[in-house]
């Protein structure tokens, strides 16, 4: 059985300031984690996934996400958030090849000028 | 390469009427996937196709039937749809291991009267 919960279904930042969006995750196998953002009236877009490598993983446009197996946590980050930013991010865990991910509700990420 | 297309982009239906929704991809890929996005639920999956042949439920599939055409192609039909079923559809593919990065379409938003 595996499961996702995002932590926040909001969160608002000013531009420049970071991004902590939190995931926490139970799986009964090794997980794959991954983060995708949704920009409106769009489809998802992978930002980073994490399979087994290394816990730090870095994705695109500075995000990046650190896999803890002692807190089932993958909180996602950013040290400097930019307009473009703004969307809704979701959090995915997968595991044992099961063709059944589960997606969390979302989060969404609201930047002030 | 245009990756994952869905067809139609929007579309308006009355109770009882029935639809298909049409995904094709180029990215040689196994595995497809059909969701529903839903406000505050994140991605809930309908029925997947693991490779060319084989279709399995998802979370939700009641009141859905899909075909595998070939290994480009992924239909979702509602026979007799329903206002429940208002709701924007994705479907995704990914490489066929079960768990790993999914690559979705643009979607298509049905709304059922």
């Known amino acids: 059985a595996q499961s996702v919960t995002q932590l926040d279904s909001h969160v608002s930042v000013s531009e420049g300031t970071p991004v902590l969006l939190r995931c926490n995750y139970s799986s009964s196998y090794s997980p794959s984690l991954f983060w995708y953002v949704q920009h409106p009236n769009k489809g998802l877009q992978l930002l980073l996934k994490?399979?087994?490598?290394?816990?730090l993983v870095k994705g695109i446009n500075g995000f990046e996400a650190e896999f803890k197996k002692s807190e089932t946590s993958f909180h996602l980050t950013k040290p400097s958030a930019h307009m473009s930013d703004a969307a809704e991010y979701f959090c995915?865990?997968?595991?044992?090849?099961?063709?059944?991910?589960?997606f969390g509700r979302g989060t969404s990420l609201i930047v002030h000028p | 390469n245009a990756g994952v297309t869905q067809t139609p982009k929007f579309q308006v239906l009355k109770t009882g009427q029935s639809m298909t929704l049409q995904c094709a991809q180029d990215m040689n890929h196994n595995s497809m996937y059909w969701y529903r996005q839903d406000p505050g639920m994140g991605l809930r999956l309908i029925y997947y196709?693991?490779?060319?042949?084989?279709?399995d439920k998802g979370e939700v599939p009641n009141g859905y039937n899909v075909s595998r055409l070939n290994k480009r192609e992924f239909s979702l039909r509602l026979e007799s749809a329903a206002p429940s079923q208002t709701s924007v559809y994705f479907c995704?593919?990914?490489?066929?291991?079960?768990?790993?990065?999914?690559?979705f379409g643009p979607g298509t938003r049905l709304t059922v009267l």
């Open positions: 995704a593919v990914e490489p066929g291991t079960g768990d790993d990065e999914q690559f």
């Open positions: 995915v865990v997968s595991s044992g090849g099961s063709y059944i991910p589960t």
């Open positions: 994490y399979t087994s490598a290394a816990t």
């Open positions: 196709s693991a490779s060319e042949g084989t279709t």
